[in-house]
């Protein structure tokens, strides 16, 4: 039953003062506030709250979120067969590493870091964006030429870093039921059209670290509601 998978709803409610302090992701490649492929029913916002926390728990406990989105473009068919995730560079709006990011970098005043943004696309569905700050003293030279002249993601890029993750904050920026849900006697009326989500719904803040520990990047990653762009389960035949 849906209700089993909805014990996971808990994995979102976390979050926590070292959290990133430059703001969330503001601006996109395309219009978001368009409905969803999701019927609104109760069924279909329990499974959708039900489909966030399965997502959620993956990008929690796995160290890429690049290869993390080439698995639910794949499972989802998002984009043809064999399609991975292409990261669009956003330029222009660069933001200078601050002294919370300094900090989290564990370097000091002087030392050089880089700052990219981008769009994590699944064919023509983007799935993300990020801010990044990375300290390119901390890459190899190759690594560092391919995120300077390319659009590849940076997870693809550093993979061989062997990076791990320390999650710093992650926080549910839609539910697709009312807050206290669980305690009323009936669930929410059907509309009468499909679900229009928000274009944010989960917003994540971390940390890669090399195998020796020393912090090499800092993230901030806003998940849109393009990661619902499939058709939802159909009700089994009686």
């Known amino acids: 039953m849906f209700f089993r998978s909805l014990l996971l709803v808990r994995l979102l409610a976390f979050g926590s003062s070292a959290a990133i302090v430059p703001g969330t992701q503001t601006t996109m490649a395309q219009n978001l506030s368009t409905p969803s492929p999701w019927p609104d029913t109760p069924t279909s916002r329990l499974e959708a709250l039900a489909v966030l926390q399965a ?100 997870g693809r890029a550093v993979q061989a870093l062997n990076f791990s993750r320390t999650n710093l904050s992650a926080k549910l920026l839609w539910s697709p039921l009312s807050k206290g849900w669980e305690m009323q006697t009936s669930l929410p009326a059907s509309g009468t059209g499909s679900l229009v989500p928000p274009p944010f719904l989960l917003e994540h803040h971390a940390v890669l670290k090399l195998p020796d520990g020393v912090p090499f990047s800092a993230l901030i990653e806003s998940y849109t509601s393009r990661v619902l762009d499939f058709p939802a389960p159909r009700p089994s035949s009686q």
């Not at 728990?57 to 160290?63: C, F, G, K, T, V």
């Not at 900090?103 to 983007?126: F, M, N, Q, T």
């Open 55 to 154: 997502l959620n728990a993956d990008l929690l406990s796995n160290a890429s979120a690049t290869l993390t989105l080439d698995r639910w473009c794949a499972t989802h068919k998002l984009a043809p067969e064999g399609s991975k995730i292409v990261a669009h560079r956003v330029h222009g709006q660069d933001k200078p590493a601050d002294v919370h990011i300094r900090k989290l970098l564990a370097v000091g005043s002087d030392e050089p870091i880089a700052y990219r943004r981008v769009r994590l696309a699944c064919g023509e569905h983007v799935l993300s964006e990020a801010d990044n700050w990375y300290v390119p003293a901390r890459l190899t030279a190759e690594m560092n030429k391919a995120l300077d002249t390319s659009d590849i993601a940076f």
